[in-house]
């Protein structure tokens, strides 16, 4: 049987538990507004994908953009999983679900002096740098506090990969990373100073990447960083080969995509283990996208000559990606009249804000759709609340961890 988080079973979709399915239309009952649910049994499932390899030494740090949800924290701080920031607000976060400061890689590309000052003070575990100029303030910040502080350096592979535009982050058009122009530089300031300790290289080439290729072609490039690096007398002892994996959002089929990150892991060890270097990963949508459901409410069919509209009570307010990165979530009802068998009704499905955009999905069918139906929005746990907004004054969905 295929992995799956969420199913139907005698036309109800139903939560997978570690016992039992649970009909979503029994959480969501007394339904308000726009709810997400998020299912643990799925997140853990992605835990253990991630921390199923017990040979090497590496470590886990799930990416708080993705989802920031207080109890997911908690959730996965209690299964011995790091966290990877990219604000002093998410480690904020990080350190109120419980996560200790050592378990921190604090990355971004813009951090403040604030910022800065308080990762040195709190004295997380690493800091990835993005530029020169930055590691110039923080050298300047940890000398005028007399502190040291580890630092990872984010190299920038120029790598172009097949993703969305707007999340490819490894090419050299891109504001993330260093390019080898810069290295000079890099080490004559490094080399000035004595507070700040590279102890890491790192890259992360972008998201919702699901072939293996552009992974590996920059380890590849990042081991020959390490090589350059240690020749210059640093002791390198970690890599950070950031997050990216994506998910199948046409599909409800998990499996390839636990697969994959088994083959990535292997695939990582087997390059490194004659290096001495332990290894970080910072996936954030591949450990939470599959565990969330956003439930919506139909307000009106609306028809006329050209099309139908499917009009709900929630939109891209609470869901931006189909918006802005042109993404397709499927959209399921909670369950199925019993005239499932006749012709499907096309339409678009869109929500309440005062703007065309608002489009959850284009052309949808659906075998009968009532005023006052439940929908799923399928793969909302990354993404999704995290981007919310109340635009036009509407309030942000409900969030459940069942």
């Not at 260093?178 to 102890?199: A, C, G």
């Not at 790192?202 to 350059?228: A, M, R, T, Y």
């Not at 990582?268 to 910072?282: A, Q, V």
Request: glycine share 6%.
């Amino acid at each position: 049987m295929s992995s799956q988080s969420y199913f139907y079973e005698n036309d109800i979709l139903n939560l997978k538990t570690n016992s039992s399915a649970v009909p979503i239309a029994d959480i969501i009952k007394n339904y308000e507004r726009p709810t997400y649910i998020y299912n643990s049994y799925s997140i853990q499932n992605r835990i253990d994908a991630y921390t199923h390899i017990k040979n090497s030494d590496h470590s886990i740090h799930y990416a708080l953009k993705a989802n920031t949800n207080l109890e997911i924290l908690k959730f996965i701080q209690k299964h011995k999983i790091s966290a990877d920031v990219v604000s002093w607000g998410e480690a904020e976060i990080a350190l109120k679900a419980g996560f200790s400061p050592l378990q921190i890689i604090f990355s971004g590309v813009g951090k403040t002096k604030s910022e800065i000052t308080n990762a040195i003070q709190s004295e997380v575990g690493l800091i990835n740098v993005e530029s020169a100029p930055e590691l110039k303030r923080i050298i300047q910040i940890a000398t005028s506090l007399n502190k040291t502080i580890n630092i990872g350096l984010r190299i920038n592979p120029d790598i172009s990969v097949e993703t969305h535009p707007y999340i490819a982050t490894g090419f050299r058009e891109n504001k993330f990373g260093v390019s080898s122009d810069d290295f000079s530089e890099i080490i004559d300031l490094l080399k000035s100073q004595k507070y700040v300790n590279l102890k890491c290289l790192g890259l992360h080439i972008g998201s919702q990447i699901q072939n293996l290729d552009p992974f590996i072609n920059s380890l590849d490039k990042l081991i020959e960083c390490v090589s350059f690096f240690r020749k210059k007398d640093f002791n390198i002892t970690d890599v950070d080969l950031g997050g990216g994996i994506g998910i199948d959002y046409l599909s409800n089929d998990e499996t390839n995509e636990i697969e994959r990150i088994h083959l990535w892991l292997k695939t990582i060890e087997e390059k490194i283990k004659h290096l001495n270097l332990k290894f970080h990963l910072e996936p954030g949508r591949s450990i939470v996208a599959r565990s969330g459901v956003l439930i919506t409410e139909v307000q009106y069919i609306k028809q006329n000559q050209y099309k139908n509209f499917i009009i709900v009570d929630t939109g891209m307010h609470h869901l931006l990606r189909p918006p802005l990165y042109q993404s397709h979530h499927r959209i399921l009802p909670l369950k199925f009249h019993k005239s499932k068998n006749e012709a499907s009704f096309r339409a678009d499905v869109v929500g309440p804000i005062c703007e065309s955009s608002d489009v959850i999905g284009f052309d949808r069918s659906f075998s009968e759709i009532k005023e006052g139906d439940l929908l799923a929005i399928m793969d909302t746990g990354a993404y999704g609340y995290v981007m919310s907004s109340d635009y036009n004054h509407h309030p942000r969905p409900i969030e459940i961890l069942f």
